[in-house]
Every structure is written in C-alpha cells, then in structure tokens.
T-cell receptor, first 112, second 115 residues
Framework: QKEVEQNSGPLSVPEGAIASLNCTYS??????FFWYRQYSGKSPELIMS????GDKEDGRFTAQLNKASQYVSLLIRDSQPSDSATYLC????????????FGPGTSLSVIP | GAVVSQHPSWVICKSGTSVKIECRSL??????MFWYRQFPKQSLMLMAT?????????EQGVEKDKFLINHASLTLSTLTVTSAHPEDSSFYIC???????????FGQGTRLTVV
C-alpha cells in the first residue's frame, strides 16, 4: 500500500515568518511530487510540482525533494494570513497513468 | 489553461434517489480523471480512476454499483451516486490530468446532501 504522510498540525506561524511543511512517502519508484493548497470548503489548488532532487522556487514558495530519504518539503517565505489553509502533499507513481496519492494534509495558520 | 469544471456545485436530494455529477476539462483533453470524496476535516479519499473509453478502476471498499463512473470522452467524466443515503453526504471532487502531464487539476467540487 503506497502511503504519503504529513504532520496534521495545526502549524501556527506569525505573519512574515517562514512556514515549513514536510511530507514523506513510501513508494521508492515515485517520480512526481506535488503540493496543493486547500482552503476550507474549497477544492485543492496546485501550487508546486517537483520532479528532481533539490530545490525548486516559485515566488514565496520553495519545494525541496530528497528521493534517497523519500522526503518532500514546502517552504513558504514571508507567510501571509491568506496562506492559512490545509496543504496537501501528493505523489505520483512511475508513469503518467498512475494515480495520485494524497497525504492527509497539514493545516497552516498564519497569525497576523 | 487547465480548467476543470464540475457541476453542480451543490445538490440536495432525497434518500433513495440518484444524483449525477459532471466533470469537464474545458481547455484540454484528459486521458485520466480521478474522483475523490472528502468528509469534513478529513483528507481526500480516492474513489476511482477513470480512463477514457475504458472501465473505471475503483479503490478498495468503494462500491462500483453504487458509484457509477462514465468517462465517455476526453473531456467529460460523470459520477452517479445511485440510491443515495444520508451517509453518502460528502464533498465530491474530480480532478483531470492533461495528456502528457503528470499534474492533475481539480474541479470546484460538489457538496452532496442526502436528506
């Protein structure tokens, strides 16, 4: 059974701080990794995808991937109250036909 | 780009009736569509994976005769909840993966309430 794990939180950070979200996965052949943001009562929204080891930056967001450790993280710099949401880590298998497995999500609260 | 439209956004139905939810990819062709269910304060639960022109693959524990999935074209998949009961009340969300992509994009979700 493929698994994706995240700390459920809630994670609270003050406005302007860096929020760090972590994710581990069990299937070593996984090739594609995603971070989605989900506001309460809404559907998830893709914010980052990463495929290679290392860092990938997009604005205030940085995704980090370490396939040897089976670990993915998301850093949010200069956190804003509007970043308060649940962040879902998702992992795809070897091929583009594989299903996407989601973690349980980490609830982030940015305190003004 | 990569817009997925789900309809209806919310629906209330009587116990024992059936409800159909549509998921359309508006600006791309989706070889694969996924259907999820999410209960309050819980994570997404994958119900089934739908590939165009073939039968859907259901996850363990999901009743295929109760949750009918049809993926008739590269832009449309439907989920029909048959003989709905109050315990089927949930947030149903579809996602679609464009051809050649690994990312999947979500529809707005459908909040189903069975009374």
């Amino acid at each position: 059974q493929k698994e994706v794990e995240q700390n459920s939180g809630p994670l609270s950070v003050p406005e302007g701080a860096i929020a760090s979200l972590n994710c581990t996965y069990s299937d070593r052949v996984s090739q594609s990794f995603f971070w989605y943001r989900q506001y309460s009562g809404k559907s998830p929204e893709l914010i980052m995808s990463i495929y290679s080891n290392g860092d990938k930056e997009d604005g205030r967001f940085t995704a980090q991937l370490n396939k040897a450790s089976q670990y993915v993280s998301l850093l949010i710099r200069d956190s804003q109250p509007s970043d308060s949401a649940t962040y879902l880590c998702a992992v795809n298998g070897e091929t583009s036909y594989d299903k996407v497995i989601f973690g349980p999500g980490t609830s982030l609260s940015v305190i003004p | 780009g990569a817009v997925v439209s789900q309809h209806p956004s919310w629906v209330i139905c009587k116990s024992g009736t059936s409800v159909k939810i549509e998921c359309r990819s508006l600006d791309f062709q989706a070889t694969t569509m996924f259907w999820y269910r999410q209960f309050p304060k819980q994570s997404l639960m994958l119900m089934a994976t739908s590939n165009e022109g073939s039968k859907a693959t259901y996850e363990q524990g999901v009743e295929k005769d109760k949750f009918l999935i049809n993926h008739a074209s590269l832009t449309l998949s439907t989920l029909t909840v048959t003989s709905a009961h109050p315990e089927d009340s949930s947030f149903y969300i579809c996602s679609a993966r464009p051809q050649g992509y690994t990312e999947a994009f979500f529809g707005q979700g459908t909040r189903l309430t069975v009374v």
